[in-house]
């Protein structure tokens, strides 16, 4: 009888553990962001453009993760666009690249970039998958040329078979290695926040009486910029941060023109409880040195945003005590844990 119970627990221990996997297996073999959000405007990036596959993800996930990408083979991608803080870089104004070099403004969070127009903080791309170029060629951070990338790729046989099997062609290219990492660039959508699910109706969707009000405010003073239920209107502005920009030109260091000056992406406000420091160049630590920026702290130029123009002649927004902590309350909502810990994202799944 004992040695019949030992045998049951067995095939019992056996199916448990046979069932787990199966699931975790599931999950594996699911490709992140293969659909559009139903709460979610039409993307820029449509998913036909590079059908989501689970081959070509795992490869884009790869070269992400590769230092290799970089001259000296110390900086990746995923060096200063960290999954636990919505792909930006935590507690750095800017990062540091190639021989420890700074760069000269903040990692952005990398979120639902199928959505984007025009990507950098100046709009520098307009493509999803030709962005990585900028970061890629940047002497102070990956200091790298395409055509030196491409020669490390087609030297080692992993990336030679990865690539053969998807594209089926060799040598690899630079459509092939763009494509390839745009595919995972393009899964990192995050759209399951506790917002999304109040907003769809999904069970957890609930806020409570200060996020509500904190969702009002923000429709009554942080519209149109931060619109929509990506949280931006995928503009450029002067949010009055400097009077001249000596510095950094912003939006006009691409295209030249005076009326540019100083003005920059407008980012989206998801996961932004855990993306600081804020800004293109990752001066304000806290959302409450944010709020206190707009409240009073923007500085006037010939470009400031006009809806920092009050009508009695007052710069910002203004927003009482209450309001600011209604505001931090809603934006907390807008969190999406499952994105910052989805095992399919990290570099080691």
């Known amino acids: ?199 769809r109706g999904e069970a957890g969707g609930i806020l409570s009486a200060p996020e509500l009000r904190g969702r009002g405010i923000l429709t009554q003073k942080c519209t149109p910029c931060h619109s929509t239920d990506l949280f931006t209107d995928e503009s450029f502005r002067n949010n009055g941060l400097d009077r001249s920009f000596t510095a950094d030109s912003g939006r006009a260091h691409i295209t030249s023109r005076a009326q540019d000056q100083g003005l920059f992406k407008v980012p989206s406000l998801r996961n932004v409880a855990r993306t600081a420091p804020y800004m293109h160049d990752g001066r304000f630590k806290t959302l409450a040195q944010v709020l206190d920026h707009y409240d009073h702290g923007a500085q006037p130029s010939p470009t400031l945003d006009p809806l920092l123009r009050q009508p009695d002649g007052t710069l910002g927004i203004p927003l009482t005590a209450q309001e600011r902590a209604d505001l931090v309350a809603f934006l907390q909502t807008l969190t999406d844990t499952d994105f910052l810990q989805d095992r399919r994202l990290t570099e080691r799944p």
């Open 1 to 199: 009888m004992a040695r019949r119970w030992l045998l049951l627990l067995g095939a019992t221990g056996l199916l448990v553990a046979s069932c787990v996997p199966d699931a975790d297996v599931a999950l594996q073999q699911a490709v992140p962001g293969d659909a559009v959000p139903s709460n979610f405007p039409t993307p820029a990036y449509a998913l036909d453009a590079n059908p989501p596959d689970r081959a070509t993800f795992e490869l884009g996930r790869t070269l992400f993760y590769d230092a290799r990408l970089s001259r000296t083979g110390e900086v990746s991608c995923g060096s200063c666009h960290q999954q636990f803080v919505a792909f930006a870089h935590a507690d750095h104004r800017v990062s540091h690249g190639v021989n420890g070099l700074l760069g000269t403004r903040n990692a952005p969070a990398l979120q639902n970039l199928r959505w984007r127009r025009d990507l950098l903080w100046d709009g520098g791309a307009r493509n999803l998958e030709t962005m990585p170029l900028a970061p890629l060629t940047n002497p102070v951070e990956m200091d790298e040329t395409l055509d030196n990338v491409l020669r490390k790729l087609n030297a080692d046989p992993d990336y030679q078979q990865r690539f053969a099997k998807i594209y089926g062609k060799a040598p690899i290219d630079s459509y092939q290695f763009l494509r390839a990492l745009a595919q995972f660039t393009a899964a990192l959508t995050s759209a399951n926040s506790r917002y999304d699910h109040f907003v």
